[in-house]
């Protein structure tokens, strides 16, 4: 299949400067789900199936590196109290626990099936999923199961809040998790992750859970400095984490760290928007050399919103990064969070994923903030949405 006729092609392949590779009147050549040729719509070579862009712009998926999609019940009405000034906390997380390990296999996938549509019609073609809503071996073990039906990138995230049957007893949990809980949940599982956050898990019981994760052959990733300033970051860093997520409240120390190291600043601005916190500051992070991206954290409570558009209107509006440094974050820089090179990119030998966006540029997404400007979605070569 040939798709010409492309306005404008962001392909994160660098062109001197243009970290985004941006091409005009472009073509892209997919065989057999994978792309094999990118160029001038002039220089195409023929080919059977032809798909006329009409001089819309394409950009690669999306690729979402933080969500939580295995859970039940419903949070709305702490949404509305935060909106009337009741602060964010983590324990919200207890309620869906208790939910999600009341419902059926049935249903989380039911749930599940649904988020995952959602996100492929805004663009998504590569999502992460976390396990965090069981905290129980088999809850875990189930979530794990579960996700990975529908994803290779799935995290364990048993350390996501001590549980209210380990309210005393906290050293027992940690070994829970490191031990029983990691055995059931790794089979089905590529990464592990930890809440380091005041009302979660302090920086020593992440370094133990981390390394409990590592030496069973999953990469590690961390939740760190959302709600305060903390030591995620630096143990996040010290411990090669494929990412640490959130980084809203950062010091000097640890954005140079980030900035000296290959962990990624994933940056969730739907949960500031939802919370209502201080955005991070990409544009800090961004000047010191950190590698950014940025995920969307659908979940029940913090952030219940699956739109990788909204996501970069969000980062450039309100994180003050340009639009093309939101859509390298959302897609070349999700992918670095998965350590991933097959994705995110469109380049020869790379995955076939691409959106085709009904605007003549990829500042349309922040432009039109909200507008459903994805016209279709490619994954492996194939229309998903």
């Not at 070579?45 to 798909?51: G, S």
């Not at 295995?70 to 964010?88: H, I, L, N, Q």
């Not at 983590?90 to 009341?102: F, H, L, P, S």
């Not at 059926?104 to 999502?127: F, H, I, K, P």
Request: charged letters at 20%.
């Amino acid at each position: 299949m040939l798709i010409t006729n492309i306005g404008e092609l962001t392909t994160n392949v660098p062109i001197g400067d243009d970290r985004c590779g941006t091409l005009t009147d472009a073509a892209v050549l997919i065989e057999d789900g994978f792309i094999t040729w990118v160029g001038q719509a002039a220089d195409a070579p023929a080919y059977a199936e032809v798909v006329d862009a009409g001089g819309r712009a394409v950009i690669p998926g999306f690729v979402d590196s933080h969500s939580h999609l295995v859970f039940a019940g419903d949070r709305a009405d702490e949404f509305e109290a935060r909106m009337t000034g009741v602060p964010y906390a983590a324990g919200g997380i207890r309620r869906t626990v208790t939910a999600t390990r009341a419902a059926s296999d049935e249903e989380l996938r039911e749930r599940l099936a649904a988020l995952v549509a959602e996100s492929a019609r805004q663009g998504t073609t590569t999502l992460e999923v976390k396990t965090g809503y069981g905290l129980t071996v088999a809850d875990e073990a189930r979530a794990a199961r579960i996700a990975a039906e529908i994803t290779p990138e799935v995290t364990f995230l048993g350390a996501h809040v001590v549980p209210a049957e380990y309210a005393d007893a906290r050293d027992d949990y940690v070994d829970l998790v490191t031990g029983p809980m990691l055995r059931a949940v790794a089979p089905h599982a590529k990464y592990i992750d930890v809440f380091c956050e005041r009302g979660a898990f302090t920086a020593d019981e992440a370094r133990r859970i981390l390394a409990a994760g590592i030496a069973a052959g999953l990469i590690p990733r961390m939740h760190g400095n959302q709600l305060g300033p903390g030591e995620g970051v630096q143990v996040a860093v010290e411990m090669s984490a494929a990412s640490v997520d959130h980084c809203t409240f950062l010091s000097d120390d640890d954005v140079a760290a980030l900035a000296g190291s290959n962990t990624v600043a994933t940056l969730l601005p739907g949960v500031e928007f939802s919370t209502r916190q201080p955005y991070p500051d990409a544009r800090r992070l961004i000047d010191a050399g950190a590698t950014v991206a940025i995920a969307c954290d659908c979940n029940p409570g913090s952030c219940f919103t699956n739109s990788m558009p909204l996501m970069v209107a969000l980062a450039v509006r309100e994180m003050h990064m340009t639009t093309a440094e939101a859509v390298w974050a959302a897609t070349a820089g999700g992918a670095r969070a998965l350590r991933r090179n097959d994705i995110g990119v469109i380049g020869p030998g790379k995955r076939a994923d691409l959106v085709l966006l009904d605007a003549p540029t990829r500042v349309h997404l922040a432009y039109r903030p909200g507008v459903p400007i994805i016209e279709r979605v490619y994954k492996d070569g194939v229309v998903i949405a």
